[in-house]
């Protein structure tokens, strides 16, 4: 018994079709790998800069030095929002990953170490 070109044609076509699935499916499992993997990294960086103590007077010049141009010299805000009672609208982490990651525009995302994220968080609660 032969087989008609077009069985051939049918059974090549579900092959790619397949191929073509599992690459799919390879690079979302990639993309997924990659945000656990982000995510575990920021994880850690919150729970580090949750264990250390934070200085105001730090917290309040780095502020100065990163944040007044769109919150204000006195975080009433400016292009950004008012900074005062933002520890009772927000948690830490949310806090921390709004500063890390700029998760609304047009705030940018920060590289800070640790303790300086400390300080500034220990700042934004003394804002009354």
Same mark, same amino acid.
């Given at each position: 018994?032969?087989?008609?070109?077009?069985?051939?044609?049918? !059974?090549?076509?579900? %092959?790619?079709?397949? !191929?073509?699935?599992?690459?799919?499916?390879?690079?979302?499992?990639?993309?997924?790998? @990659?945000?656990?993997? !982000?995510?575990?990294?920021?994880?850690?960086?919150?729970?580090?800069? $949750?264990?250390?103590?934070?200085?105001?007077?730090?917290?309040?010049?780095?502020?100065?030095?990163?944040?007044?141009?769109?919150?204000?010299?006195?975080?009433?805000? $400016? %292009?950004?929002?008012?900074?005062?009672?933002?520890?009772?609208?927000?948690?830490?982490?949310?806090?921390?990953?709004?500063?890390?990651?700029?998760?609304?525009?047009?705030?940018?995302?920060?590289?800070?170490?640790?303790?300086?994220?400390?300080? $500034?968080?220990?700042?934004?609660?003394? @804002?009354?």
């Amino acid at each position: 018994m032969t087989t008609s070109s077009s069985t051939a044609a049918e !059974k090549n076509l579900i %092959v790619k079709f397949w !191929k073509q699935c599992l690459i799919l499916f390879l690079i979302l499992l990639i993309c997924v790998a @990659l945000f656990f993997f !982000k995510n575990e990294q920021n994880n850690g960086y919150i729970l580090k800069t $949750l264990e250390l103590r934070g200085s105001v007077n730090d917290g309040n010049t780095l502020f100065k030095m990163n944040c007044v141009g769109c919150h204000g010299i006195t975080a009433r805000g $400016l %292009v950004g929002p008012d900074l005062h009672s933002i520890t009772q609208r927000l948690n830490d982490k949310q806090i921390i990953k709004q500063v890390i990651e700029g998760l609304t525009p047009p705030m940018p995302s920060f590289e800070i170490d640790p303790q300086n994220m400390s300080n $500034l968080l220990t700042y934004l609660h003394s @804002l009354k």
